[in-house]
């Protein structure tokens, strides 16, 4: 059948609200940031990286290494040695000829602190060496720049590694593990006078007198005062631990400060200065230290700011009012922040914000690497002229973004940066006349901020344009909904996301129209819900919301799209949770409702128990902090709990409900304390009024259940269906309850007619997957929901066993893995009645295969009938014998990838809507030379059909039918323009759908695959 178009493009588009929903569109490095997340080209270390500074568009990285080798290139390949220091281009990650080596008689040589010169001549060396390049020379040494030879006039002696430096045109401050600076006593600190000046290398008077190691520095930028930072706990004898700001000139304490700023289980590891003050990173062992990083004001000497992120933060940057910091941050719940779990290693925050700043979004990645596992050690940003400003990163890792590189990496302003991941959408009709699409935010690692565009098919303009946040730890749902479509017709939505340079797009879905409301829907939203999850997506991790945007992901492996649902007459699906950790998460942090209900359906045959739905501190995992739970015994009885003053306080069922039969479970507390309602009606209350009071995520299908609780479960997993899962901010009263269990169990139904045989299924093979489609079933009832079946053996019977998805539509996407694949479907109606299966499909997914799906760049047909009409702009071409028709396609066939070749080939077509487009009779699909112009061909100058035949259309075609026709793969040559001809040899003709045909579906595609 047509669709109904001129119906369709009345329709009119209404956008819900948005959550953080903003007028302005997608840049794509999101100011004010600087740099991209994509990591730029860049030579590689054997080792670890500890120091890093720039001068001039070189960029100077020292460390504990041997060899550095090009980016890409497996350790061991490729090496050119570097001993302990390595100079790169800037712009380019390319090594310069700059390589003094700096070694050790006796131990392990390293370099750990690097400073260059205002004038950029001189390059400062601290670490733990005794030569370099031959001379000896003593941890602390200088290079001239403009030679990259060893400075023999500057001769320090410091009796220990050096770890820190600060300098100025006349004077080098540095700081370390030594106790003297040849045989004058110095502890921990130090400072001689810089490279040309009458003084040189000569130990001066500042002496602040450190009881412990520094490993920081750091020069006021107007002068005259230096910040130090370390493991100390005294100066001059006096107690500031971990930090202080000393007199450039004597050494003398300016400001001492209190474990409040630096707690004395951590350590200061680096100190970035700007015109209004101080940035200090930290590292923390043990309980009650601060791993995070904070600010502080010159003129005040107060702590502006404060983030107390979780993961020893090694180093920070500041430019241009941002940032940036190298750290192992697990968990920045204190600045409102992702919760703890992956290290991120790479973050960008503001710096003028009072209290607390913000993250920004600029999220690359490294792995913990090798040695202490800490990831980045060090970071600095270099100037060049070709790029702009340059982040570099050096440390442990061994990775970047996923991909192998070693030590050393960098990040660029453009044009390279990250682009927006894939959105997984579901669309929706539960109210008459409306389709509700519905998408989880993508991600993009450095833009939080994208442009969203929602799209109807047969329409060029959006339908829905909106901007809105997303960030790694948040993701949550945004939602439009197409209002005054006619009932019955089938739009097909795609959601296209940008960020303001690249631009990806979903595929086509398609949904029918209700022409009724989902009463169950509707009454839970008239209760107040927070969120109603219905489970009808087709089988990605969105679990959207039908509410509002309070949605879900699911995290482990699920069924999609079970039908029947627990809601008799609706549409609507349900998930199947598996088990083995497979649960469901709120996107959204919520803080501890002091009343609420938690209700859900659920059908299950466990023997083993498991968390139906409760509230915990985590997302995946197991919380450490968790109540306000439902949770199923071994025996199948129910409890519902609540830690009422930190002790367990709970309801039970005498009966099981582990019988395989929907139940719905509602578990409320309020001011007369807790109920616990199953299947409408009430089981248990008591007086309870309260829980814990820790904010946290509604979990499904699993959580922490500790020995505390009765009839404690063999598994905190729940393996079962789910439907329906609602969550309100106060207590249902009863007579709600029982009315939505009113609603999803109407009287019995006397349907017992069974949906018509699905027609026979069509498949495809696209990047590894499986896509299906066939001829819809009809049914009385007129809802039709679809079990698709896949078995390995030709003929085998669909069960249970067989099923692996549950569409609505006539549609569906597999993932088998590579083998010879036999599908058969079978429809299912609103009564639960069952059709007979349709006829197979053999389909064959290849390991290694690389598929590549190819529109036609010009098709049409020539026709006898009209020998001088042009057909190009038409929206169906025909084949015939006699009068004769013939049809048109040319593609272009890319070269096949390096090390493959052209497996096989399959031209899908789909036949026209007209009555009289099938045909009786096959049509060979010839080879055809000659040249010829989609826009000019006629029948009088057509090409002559060839004479080999590479495929044939198969007889007994219907209208819009879908035709998969093999071709031969050795008569295509890849990298070539072929024209392939459908010259009918019958009088009966085929019509087939053109490139012009508004539906993407409909269209011609040619599908390659190469291995």
């Not at 990591?39 to 290494?65: E, K, S």
Request: charged share 15%; glycine share 10%.
């Amino acid at each position: 059948m047509t669709r109904p178009l001129l119906a369709l493009a009345t329709a009119l588009s209404t956008l819900l609200a948005t959550a953080v929903a903003t007028t302005a569109p997608a840049a794509a490095i999101e100011a004010p940031v600087a740099f991209a997340a994509v990591a730029l080209p860049t030579w590689q270390a054997d080792g670890v990286a500890w120091a890093t500074t720039t001068a001039g568009g070189t960029v100077f990285v020292g460390g504990t290494f041997t060899a550095i080798r090009p980016p890409g290139a497996p350790a061991g390949t490729g090496q050119v040695p570097r001993t302990n220091l390595a100079a790169f281009d800037a712009a380019t990650g390319e090594p310069t000829g700059c390589a003094p080596a700096f070694t050790l008689k006796d131990g392990t040589a390293t370099v750990r602190a690097l400073a260059v010169s205002p004038d950029g001549a001189t390059l400062y060396v601290g670490g733990s060496f005794d030569t370099v390049d031959g001379v000896a020379r003593q941890h602390l040494a200088a290079l001239d720049l403009a030679t990259c030879r060893l400075r023999t006039d500057f001769t320090p002696l410091p009796q220990g590694p050096v770890r820190a430096l600060a300098v100025d045109a006349r004077t080098v401050w540095f700081g370390g593990s030594f106790t003297a600076v040849g045989t004058t006593a110095r502890s921990k600190a130090a400072a001689v006078a810089a490279v040309g000046t009458p003084d040189q290398g000569r130990l001066t008077a500042w002496d602040p007198s450190l009881d412990d190691d520094v490993l920081a520095l750091a020069l006021r930028p107007t002068g005259g005062q230096v910040v130090v930072g370390g493991l100390f706990d005294t100066v001059a004898g006096a107690a500031s631990h971990g930090l202080t700001v000393v007199d450039a000139a004597t050494g003398a304490a300016v400001r001492r400060f209190t474990a409040s700023y630096v707690p004395a289980g951590s350590r200061v590891k680096a100190i970035a200065v700007d015109a209004a003050g101080f940035y200090v990173a930290n590292e923390g062992y043990g309980t009650g230290s601060f791993d995070g990083r904070f600010m502080v004001d010159w003129d005040t000497w107060s702590q502006r700011w404060r983030d107390a992120c979780l993961g020893a933060t090694q180093d920070v940057e500041v430019f241009r009012g941002v940032l940036y910091s190298a750290s192992h941050a697990h968990d920045c719940r204190s600045i409102s922040a992702f919760p703890d779990g992956q290290r991120w290693h790479l973050l960008a925050e503001t710096t003028r914000t009072a209290g607390k700043p913000s993250l920004l979004p600029w999220f690359p990645n490294t792995d913990d690497g090798i040695g202490e596992r800490i990831g980045p050690r060090a970071l600095t940003i270099a100037s060049t002229a070709s790029r702009g400003p340059v982040v570099w990163a050096v440390g442990e890792f061994t990775t970047v973004n996923g991909v192998p590189q070693q030590s050393i990496t960098r990040f660029g302003s453009g044009p390279e940066q990250a682009e927006p991941s894939s959105t997984p959408f579901v669309l929706t009709s539960d109210a008459a006349g409306q389709v509700r699409i519905a998408w989880r935010r993508a991600l993009d690692l450095d833009d939080s901020n994208l442009t969203y565009r929602v799209y109807r098919e047969g329409t060029a303009a959006p339908i829905a344009t909106l901007t809105a946040a997303s960030w790694h730890w948040s993701r949550p749902q945004s939602t439009a909904v197409d209002t005054g479509l006619v009932p019955g017709s089938s739009p097909r939505y795609r959601v296209e996301v940008s960020d303001g340079s690249a631009t990806r797009s979903t595929d086509w879905r398609a949904v029918t129209v209700r022409s009724t409301s989902s009463a169950y829907a509707e009454q839970v939203r008239a209760d107040g819900a927070v969120f109603l999850w219905r489970y009808d997506e087709p089988g990605d991790v969105l679990v959207s919301d039908a509410v509002a945007n309070h949605s879900g992901t699911l995290s482990g492996g699920a069924t999609s799209r079970v039908a029947p649902a627990a809601v008799a007459g609706d549409p609507s699906t349900a998930r199947t949770l598996l088990g083995g950790g497979s649960t469901i998460h709120s996107e959204v942090r919520y803080s501890a409702p002091k009343a609420f209900t938690a209700e859900t359906w659920f059908k299950t045959t466990t023997t083993s128990g498991g968390k139906i739905m409760g509230f915990g501190d985590r997302r995946t995992g197991n919380s450490s902090s968790n109540d306000k739970h439902v949770y199923m015994t071994n025996t199948g009885r129910l409890v519902f709990g609540v830690l009422a003053s930190g002790k367990p306080t709970s309801l039970s069922t005498p009966g099981s409900y582990n019988d395989g039969r929907w139940h719905h479970v509602a578990a409320t507390q309020g001011s007369s304390g807790m109920t616990l309602y199953v299947d409408g009606v009430k089981i248990a209350s008591n007086t309870t009024t309260t829980n814990q009071n820790v904010s946290g995520y509604w979990r499904v299908g699993g959580d922490t259940i500790s020995s505390a609780w009765p009839d404690r479960p063999s598994s905190t997993s729940f393996v079962g269906s789910l439907d329906e899962t609602a969550y309100y901010t106060k207590a249902l009263p009863a007579a709600a309850v029982a009315r939505h269990v009113e609603i999803a169990r109407p009287p019995a139904s006397t349907d017992t007619t069974p949906p018509s045989t699905p027609g026979t299924p069509v498949g495809a093979v696209e990047g590894g997957q499986v896509r299906l489609s066939w001829p819809a079933s009809t049914d009385a009832g007129g809802a039709v929901s679809y079990v698709v079946h896949r078995s390995a053996t030709s003929g085998a019977a669909p069960s249970p066993a067989t099923a692996v998805v549950q569409p609505t539509t006539a549609t569906a996407t597999d993932d088998p893995g590579p083998g010879t694949w036999y599908y058969r479907v079978t429809a299912v109606d609103a009564a639960g009645n069952t059709s007979p299966a349709s006829e197979q499909v053999r389909v064959e997914v290849r390991p290694g295969v690389t598929t590549v799906n190819l529109s036609p760049t010009a098709d049409t047909f020539a026709n006898a009938g009209a020998p001088g009409t042009n057909f190009g702009t038409s929206a169906q071409m025909t084949s015939r014998g006699s009068i004769g028709a013939v049809a048109y396609l040319r593609f272009d066939l890319p070269a096949a990838p390096a090390g493959t070749r052209l497996l096989g080939a399959t031209l899908r077509l789909r036949t026209a809507s007209d009555s009289l487009a099938g045909s009786v009779e096959p049509a060979p699909v010839r080879l055809t030379p000659g040249a010829w112009e989609e826009t000019t061909l006629t029948w009088r100058d057509r090409p002559t059909p060839g004479p080999v035949v590479v495929g044939t259309v198969p007889a007994g075609t219907v209208p819009e039918q879908p035709i998969a026709v093999e071709l031969t793969p050795g008569a295509l040559t890849p990298g070539t323009t072929v024209t392939l001809a459908i010259a009918g040899e019958g009088t009966d003709s085929l019509t087939v759908w053109t490139r012009e045909q508004s539906r993407a579906l409909a269209r011609p595609v040619l599908d390659l695959q190469y291995g």
